[in-house]
């Protein structure tokens, strides 16, 4: 609460602040105060992140009229060119920055390609620092994008787990998975496969 960023949040309430400590008797961390301003908060970065231009020329007419057809989002088209992009865009130098920032840049890839005809919303409910769950509503359609850090197998599989109990919730037969890793020995190239889970199917890109 002494820092002033933080302070100012607080007392104009577009923050909350933790009143009781953690486990590890650290004071619990400050959480956006409602959905309306989480989402105008990440919009807001968003557009001022310096690779949003770049981003959203990728996500010209060209990439438009590519997955958006008859008033139908191909999302698993609309990942797999954001996955070219991130390998375009892609240096070790920019690693850190990448590491906190790059489900951001999906959502500033994301939101000229949606915006119109359908929204986004975080599910912060679902959402910590590892991973972050994205709902998308283009027309009729609805799509579930979970983003996460490699953090291991088990993490991998946990993250599954996770998607699979909240498309069941949902009642969605198919899920998206995004998955950033910043290993040093990962394969060079992005992976994007479809993998069958039980009776849905999960559409699995790493970058």
Known sequence: MDDPTVQWCSMFGYIKMGSKPSASGLPKPAVI???????????????????????????????YMEVVRDGTFDMELCMRRFAELYRELFSEKDGPFLERHGRLLFLAYLDPLVNGLGFYHIESEFTDQRRMDIVVDFGPDQFI???????GEAAREKAYEQLLGYMDSKNM???????????????????????????????????
């Open 145 to 151: 994008i979970e983003m996460k850090l490699w953090k």
């Open 33 to 63: 105060a409602n959905k309306i301003f989480e989402m105008r908060m990440t919009h807001y970065f968003a557009s001022k992140d310096d690779n949003t231009s770049r981003l959203n020329g990728h996500a010209g007419r060209e990439v």
């Open 173 to 207: 037969d198919k899920g998206y998975l995004l998955t950033f890793d910043f290993r040093k020995e990962k394969p060079p190239e992005c992976a994007a496969e479809w993998v069958q889970a039980g009776d849905k199917q999960i559409f699995e890109v790493t970058v």
